[in-house]
C-alpha cells in the first residue's frame, strides 16, 4: 500500500498520513518501516504519525483505508482448518471459514465507521475488509445513504495482470468473460479486443512451464504506473485456469 502511495504521489498526492490500529507493538515495526520509507521516497509527507487513539486518528482526514481482522490469525488459522478437517474447502473468505469470518467482522465493521463517522463525516471510506461481499452487502444495509463507502478488492484485476504478463501483452487488452463473487469466482474465457480465445494458450504456457512461469513474470508486473505487487500469490490459484476461486491478501492503513 505505501509502495502504491509514493508511485502515484504525482496524481495522489498526501500530506498526512496516519497508521491507527489497537495494537501498539504491532503498530510500531509496520510505522517505523514506513517512517524510513516516507523519509526516502515521499518527503513531501509533512506529517506521519501512528497512534491507537481514534480521536487522533479519524480527526481531519479525507481517505481511510480499512482492513481488520477480527479474532486475528488465530482465528483465520481456525477458519481454514475446521472446513478442513471435515473434508471442505479451507479458505478464509469462502466455505464455512468465509461464512465465519464474515459474521465475526460485521459488527466491528459497523462500529469502526460509526465511529469514523463521528470525526470525519465527509471522508471517503475503502474498505479492503474479507470476506469482502459478506461485509459490502452488511455496510450497505447498515449505511444505506452513506454513498463515500467503497469497497475493494483487486484479486480478479491482479489474476488478469498475470495472465497478460504470461501472453506478454498489456493488462487492457484483455477482455475476461468471468462471474462470481470477487473471492469465489471463475474466468470462463480470457479474449484479447480482436475477438481472439486466449485461454487454451494460457493453459499450455502453465502446463509446459509450470506454475513458475507465472510466479517469474510476476516479479515485473506493472498496472498503470502502479506497481502491482500483490499478485504474487495467485499463482496458488491459477492450477486450473478455467474454474479459477480468487484470492487476495492486502495491508492498510488501518488494521485490527
Same mark, same amino acid.
Given at each position: 500500500m505505501m509502495n502504491s502511495l509514493i508511485a502515484e504521489k504525482e496524481t495522489f498526492p498526501l500530506k498526512r498520513v496516519v497508521f491507527y490500529d489497537?495494537?501498539?507493538?504491532?503498530?510500531?515495526?509496520?510505522?517505523k518501516a514506513t517512517e524510513i520509507l516516507f523519509r526516502e521516497h515521499y518527503p513531501e509527507?509533512?506529517?506521519?504519525?501512528?497512534?491507537?487513539?481514534?480521536?487522533?486518528?479519524?480527526?481531519?482526514?479525507?481517505?481511510?483505508?480499512?482492513?481488520?481482522?477480527?479474532?486475528?490469525?488465530?482465528?483465520?488459522?481456525?477458519?481454514?482448518?475446521?472446513?478442513?478437517?471435515?473434508?471442505?474447502?479451507?479458505?478464509?473468505?469462502?466455505? *464455512?471459514g468465509g461464512m465465519a469470518y464474515g459474521l465475526r467482522?460485521?459488527?466491528?465493521?459497523?462500529?469502526?465507521?460509526?465511529?469514523?463517522?463521528?470525526?470525519?463525516?465527509e471522508a471517503w471510506i475503502l474498505n479492503y475488509t474479507n470476506p469482502a461481499a459478506i461485509? *459490502?452487502?452488511?455496510?450497505?444495509?447498515?449505511?444505506?445513504?452513506?454513498?463515500?463507502?467503497?469497497n475493494i478488492c483487486d484479486m480478479p484485476a491482479a489474476i488478469m495482470v498475470s495472465y497478460a504478463n504470461l501472453l506478454g501483452c498489456?493488462?487492457?487488452?484483455?477482455?475476461?468473460e468471468y462471474f462470481g463473487l470477487n473471492h469465489y469466482g471463475w474466468f470462463t474465457k480470457i479474449k484479447n479486443?480482436?475477438?481472439?480465445?486466449?485461454?487454451?494458450?494460457?493453459?499450455?504456457?502453465?502446463?509446459?512451464?509450470?506454475?513458475? *512461469?507465472?510466479?517469474?513474470?510476476?516479479?515485473?508486473?506493472?498496472?498503470?504506473r502502479r506497481p502491482s505487487k500483490t499478485c504474487k500469490p495467485c499463482w496458488q490459484i491459477t492450477q486450473n485456469i478455467y474454474l479459477t476461486p480468487t484470492c487476495s491478501t492486502t495491508c492498510t492503513l488501518k488494521r485490527w
Open positions: 489497537i495494537d501498539a507493538e504491532r503498530q510500531e515495526s509496520n510505522a509527507v509533512e506529517e506521519f504519525i501512528y497512534t491507537t487513539d481514534k480521536e487522533t486518528a479519524f480527526s481531519g482526514s479525507d481517505f481511510f483505508f480499512i482492513q481488520i481482522r477480527t479474532g486475528g490469525l488465530q482465528a483465520r488459522e481456525r477458519d481454514e482448518q475446521i472446513p478442513l478437517s471435515h473434508g471442505c474447502v479451507g479458505q478464509e473468505t469462502c466455505g *464455512a467482522s460485521i459488527g466491528d465493521m459497523i462500529q469502526l465507521i460509526n465511529e469514523i463517522r463521528c470525526y470525519s463525516p461485509v *459490502a452487502e452488511a455496510l450497505n444495509r447498515e449505511f444505506p445513504e452513506d454513498k463515500r463507502i467503497l498489456e493488462f487492457w487488452d484483455l477482455v475476461p479486443k480482436q475477438g481472439q480465445d486466449l485461454t487454451d494458450e494460457i493453459k499450455n504456457i502453465i502446463l509446459n512451464q509450470g506454475i513458475s *512461469a507465472i510466479d517469474l513474470r510476476l516479479q515485473t508486473i506493472h498496472l498503470g
